[in-house]
T-cell receptor, first 111, second 111 residues
């Protein structure tokens, strides 16, 4: 069983569209994250949730809205997609906010 | 802005040699330090963590931490072509338990 699974793996869409990425973890971890990795491979934290509560909200455009219906799920909805949103988005989970276990990533391409 | 810095490389070493990867961090309150390995097109995976000054060994990997110099390194002994990947240094600050990544060092092990 995949520990941290995110879908879809690839997402190709037009500018201005709205899209969602879903993430689920079966590790029983309390903390989940969204990271964005740009073309230069820099991993930047976007959001972190602990037991469904938002604890880290970095300087991210408000077009990005995370939602955690329960501690095993963390979704990311993006409105009005822009070219600069093209990147790989990684979901991760962690016990006690330390060691990160990553999903396989979602390659988002905005055309 | 709390930063984690790494030389982007590529660092090229011959097979069987020792690869030395370095990382410096700006936040003196940082508590925990991690090394992740990321193969091309894959997600990062944790390979080492260290909390106290000194060395920590795990198989062919040794992590070294010097908090006074704000410096953490990863040594890979008997480097293999399968070690060719990008190595990401990550640091947890003492406040919000936020994991901040360096830009990564690309390692190439030449057969």
């Amino acid at each position: 069983d995949t520990a941290v699974s995110q879908t879809p793996k690839y997402l190709v869409t037009q500018m201005g569209n709205d899209k969602s990425i879903k993430c689920e973890q079966n590790l029983g971890h309390d903390t989940m994250y969204w990271y964005k990795q740009d073309s230069k491979k820099f991993l930047k934290i976007m959001f972190s949730y602990n037991n469904k509560e938002l604890i880290i909200n970095e300087t991210v455009p408000n077009r990005f809205s995370p939602k955690s219906p329960d501690k095993a799920h963390l979704n990311l909805h993006i409105n009005s997609l822009e070219l600069g949103d093209s990147a790989v988005y990684f979901c991760a989970s962690s016990p006690r906010g330390e060691k990160l276990f990553f999903g396989s990533g979602t390659q988002l391409s905005v055309l | 802005q709390k930063e984690v810095e790494q030389n982007s490389g590529p660092l090229s070493v011959p097979e069987g040699a020792i690869a030395s990867l370095n990382c410096t961090y700006s936040d003196r309150g940082s508590q925990s330090f991690f090394w992740y390995r990321q193969y091309s097109g894959k997600s990062p995976e944790l390979i080492m963590f260290i909390y106290s000054n000194g060395d920590k060994e795990d198989g062919r990997f040794t992590a070294q931490l010097n908090k006074a110099s704000q410096y953490v390194s990863l040594l890979i002994r008997d480097s293999q072509p399968s070690d060719s990947a990008t190595y990401l240094c990550a640091v947890i600050d003492g406040g919000y338990q936020k994991v901040t990544f360096g830009t990564g060092t690309k390692l190439q092990v030449i057969p």
